[in-house]
């Protein structure tokens, strides 16, 4: 098994460019969850899905951020325009459902950098 | 809300010495309980779970107990090692959250040779 696989591992982008962050989760795995961690305000969760279904997106920061999930393979979070405040490590975690609470597993993250 | 509290970092401390990382919870429910630790430029791992009052979860000589009496939930390792230097991530997990995961802040440990 790969683990949770996030492209690309770093991005630099300048203000006002579109950024789109991938993420393949582990394959049976039916939730699916976007975080953003920076030095100043930590593990911030901006969206998660449930069975590609969007649960609850109020973590997202601005209408500048967007995410989809098409399919059970595949996830996607979009800035646009981004802005250098965007710049952080951003993680996409999944997690199998069911009575046992098996916890997280976490990609290794894409760095941001906005210029 | 749910809530997680961990204490303060940075922890410095010397090779084989013992370790405790304080974690306490708010819940409404009856919450699985986590430690997760990052290593730098990675993503967190799981390091160790309890699902219910008294579990004890332990992983690589690491051990936390479950406590509902003190809503706690202590990180301990009786010798650190330097490859232990990380940060560490207490977290709360509760069905009527739905599938979130509530993170505490994040404690950072360096271990000295």
């Known amino acids: 098994d790969a683990g949770v696989i996030q492209s690309p591992r770093h991005e630099v982008t300048e203000m006002g460019q579109e950024v789109t962050l991938r993420c393949k989760p582990i394959?049976?795995?039916?939730?699916l969850f976007w975080y953003r961690q920076t030095m100043m305000r930590g593990l911030e969760l901006l969206i998660y899905f449930n069975n590609n279904v969007p649960i609850d997106d109020s973590g997202m920061p601005e209408d500048r951020f967007s995410a989809k999930m098409p399919n059970a393979s595949f996830s996607t979070l979009k800035i646009q325009p981004s802005e250098p405040r965007d710049s952080a490590v951003y993680f996409c975690?999944?997690?199998?459902?069911?009575?046992?609470?098996?916890?997280?597993?976490f990609g290794s993250g894409t760095r941001l950098t906005v210029v | 809300g749910d809530s997680v509290t961990q204490m303060e970092g940075p922890v410095t401390l010397s090779e084989e010495a013992f370790l405790t990382i304080n974690c306490t919870y708010t819940?409404?429910?009856?919450?699985?309980l986590f430690w997760y630790v990052q290593y730098p430029g990675e993503g967190l791992q799981l390091l160790l779970k309890a699902t219910k009052a008294d579990d004890k979860g332990s992983n690589k000589g690491f051990e936390a107990t479950y406590r509902k009496e003190t809503t706690s939930f202590h990180l301990e390792k009786g010798s650190v090692q330097v490859s232990d230097s990380a940060v560490y991530f207490c977290?709360?997990?509760?069905?009527?959250?739905?599938?979130?995961?509530?993170f505490g802040a994040g404690t950072r440990l360096f271990v000295k040779a």
């Open positions: 977290a709360l997990s509760d069905q009527l959250g739905g599938f979130k995961t509530i």
């Open positions: 819940a409404t429910g009856y919450p699985s």
């Open positions: 975690a999944t997690r199998q459902n069911g009575p046992t609470n098996y916890g997280y597993t």
């Open positions: 394959s049976g795995h039916n939730s």
